[in-house]
Structure formats: structure tokens, C-alpha cells
């Protein structure tokens, strides 16, 4: 029995949630999402309160069951709420700037590295070194995150590069003479 798929979603009010045609949509203060439902899970909706029961015991079921109620709960916390990444820049040089709807990085190449802005998020960036990201989406504010990240990935013996906030990152020691 799935212990994610069990737990039940409460839907706060200012979201509104419905389905139709294979797919269930919210709507909040932070826009819309919706997501499509696994054809061996159910989806239910009762006043405030969202569940999702397998509808067979078999193995592909069950496997969905706690996906789908995640892929749920990520779209009514979306619209509601919203989802936040940070970034934090370390190195000589290292800064960020909004310039409309990109984002330009200085990061120690020798050009600066111009990053469109996708239309549903919102990136801030504060003392030119942290990079918060917004959006109602979880899964494109955690790829905008990866995708920044990757284009100088901290490294492990100065420390140097982006990295996400709280992000621990094992040092090694340099060379012995």
C-alpha cells in the first residue's frame, strides 16, 4: 500500500480544481496548470479534499498511484503558493543582472552567457550574487534552476561556481609540496 498515493490533498480556498477530459486543472492566484491522470488511478474530488485510489491492485498501478497524487498535489500547491529555487554565485567576477526578459551571467568566460527568461517564471536577483527563481510550475522552476547551475557547476577546491542555497559541497585538498 502506498503511503504517499493514501495521504489526501486538501485544497485551500482560493484554488479551484476540476476535471475534465482525462485531466485535472487548478486554478489560483499564481495562474493555471493542469496534469493528465494514469489510466489505473482515479481521481477524486469532494468538497475541499482531493484523493486518488488505484483502480486495480496490479503491479503498474500501484507504481502510479503515489506519482499521480504528487503530480496533483504539486499543481494545487502551484497555483496556490508557488515554488522558489536559490542560487548562490561564488568567484572573483561572478555576477547576475535581469535585463528584460533575460538573465545575464558573468561567470568567467570571456563573454557573458545571456539566459532567456521562460514566460511563466520570475527571476530576482539580489546583491548581484543570489538568484531566486518563481514560479507556479515545480518542475520548470527546478529545470531553470539545473539549467543556470550548469553552466559553471561549483567545483570542489576553491568552491567557485553556482550552487543552490544550503547546497553542501565537499572540498578537496589541493596539492602537497
Not at 482560493?14 to 494514469?38: C, D, Q
Not at 502551484?78 to 515554488?83: A, I, Y
Not at 570571456?110 to 514560479?135: R, T
Request: hydrophobic share 35%.
Amino acid at each position: 500500500m502506498s503511503r504517499v498515493g493514501s495521504k489526501i490533498i486538501t485544497v485551500p480556498d482560493n484554488v479551484k480544481i476540476f476535471i475534465e477530459n482525462g485531466m485535472v486543472h487548478a486554478e489560483g492566484p499564481k495562474g493555471k496548470l493542469s496534469t493528465k491522470i494514469n489510466d489505473g488511478i482515479d481521481v477524486n474530488i469532494t468538497d475541499k479534499e482531493v484523493t486518488c485510489l488505484p483502480r486495480k491492485k496490479d503491479r503498474q498501478s500501484l507504481a502510479f498511484w503515489g506519482l499521480q497524487r504528487n503530480l496533483v498535489n504539486n499543481i494545487v500547491i502551484g497555483v496556490g503558493e508557488g515554488f522558489t529555487k536559490k542560487l548562490e554565485m561564488n568567484g572573483v567576477g561572478y555576477r547576475a543582472a535581469v535585463q528584460g526578459t533575460t538573465l545575464e551571467l558573468l561567470l568567467g568566460f570571456s563573454h557573458p552567457i545571456k539566459y532567456p527568461i521562460p514566460q511563466n517564471l520570475e527571476i530576482k536577483v539580489d546583491k548581484q550574487n543570489n538568484i531566486e527563481i518563481f514560479g507556479a510550475d515545480k518542475q520548470l522552476v527546478g529545470q531553470v534552476a539545473a539549467e543556470i547551475r550548469s553552466f559553471r557547476g561549483p567545483e570542489p577546491y576553491k568552491g567557485k561556481g553556482i550552487k543552490y542555497s544550503g547546497e553542501f559541497i565537499v572540498r578537496k585538498e589541493g596539492k602537497k609540496k
